[in-house]
Structures are given as C-alpha cells and as structure tokens.
C-alpha cells in the first residue's frame, strides 16, 4: 500500500524573451515565447524615485503564429518603428 502523494515537478529551462533592437535603447519590443498567444509587447524604460530602472508595457500586439522566424522578427522591427515613431510625435 502506497501512503503519500507523488507530485511531479517539470523544471522549464530559463526562456529568455526576443527583443528587438538588439542595443540598449530607451524604449524595445519584447516577445516571450511560449505563452499561449503570440503578443508583442511595446515597451518604455522608466525609472522609479529610487533609481531603480524598469520595463513597462505601454502598448500590445499580436502576431499570426503562422509566420516565418524571418517574417515573425520583420514585424517585430516593423512595430518598433511604428510605435518608436508615434512616441516621437507625441513628444514635439
């Protein structure tokens, strides 16, 4: 007779997000693979009254899974610049 419960744990490997540009900037596009819809995510640098810098999300896409790798990081740049260029415009 088995007395105790068997809880199985299955350890993910760390999955690092797809950022777009490569360098360092003040604002990116963020993809994090393997979350249930393919969401691009728009974000800005800011940095709180403590010095502390983070990422916050201030606009969303999604992207057909049926695209290429090649088409898929075309329209990550494409959105980097659309939403890169409004940000832009909102400033002058």
Known sequence: MITGKCILV???PSIQPWLYPNKHSVDRIAYIPLQSA???QYQEEFVDAE???Y???TDTTTISGAA???EFLEQMKDY?????C???QDYK
């Open 55 to 57: 990422w916050k999300t």
């Open 68 to 70: 290429s790798v090649k």
């Open 51 to 53: 010095g502390n810098v």
């Open 80 to 84: 980097y610049e659309t939403c890169s």
């Open 86 to 88: 409004q940000k832009s």
């Open 38 to 40: 393919h969401i691009l």
């Open 10 to 12: 299955e350890i993910m």
